[in-house]
Nanobody, 115 residues
């Protein structure tokens, strides 16, 4: 079955960096769209960065120039490098696999940015 497991969240001061990882199994990773989403209490889950394939990526405007999504197809792993973090980046971050139009989610990892 499809499995996604995020890691790398934590507490960081504003201006700091974190790297999230998402280990996957149960599907053909290299052939599918992958993404990072985030959610705060009382808000809808927001798409932060998407990896369409090995070369195509998209970002929400608020993270452009600060976050980088990448993928290691040999290790079936998705990454999100987050630099110059801001308090408003505080959220639970989820990895997602979009398979034939259906999103599969990991359990999420908490990112907290202190001011």
């Amino acid at each position: 079955q499809v499995q996604l497991m995020e890691s790398g969240g934590g507490l960081v001061q504003a201006g700091g960096s974190l790297r999230l990882s998402c280990a996957t199994s149960g599907f053909l990773f290299s052939n599918n769209v992958m993404g990072w989403y985030r959610q705060t209490p009382g808000s809808e889950r927001e798409a932060v960065a998407m990896s369409i394939d090995a070369s195509q990526t998209t970002y929400v405007d608020s993270v452009k120039g600060r976050f980088t999504i990448s993928r290691d197809n040999a290790k079936n792993t998705l990454f999100l490098q987050m630099n110059n973090l801001k308090p408003e980046d505080t959220a639970v971050y989820y990895c997602a696999a979009i398979l034939r139009g259906t999103r599969f989610w990991g359990q999420g990892t908490q990112v907290t940015v202190s001011s």
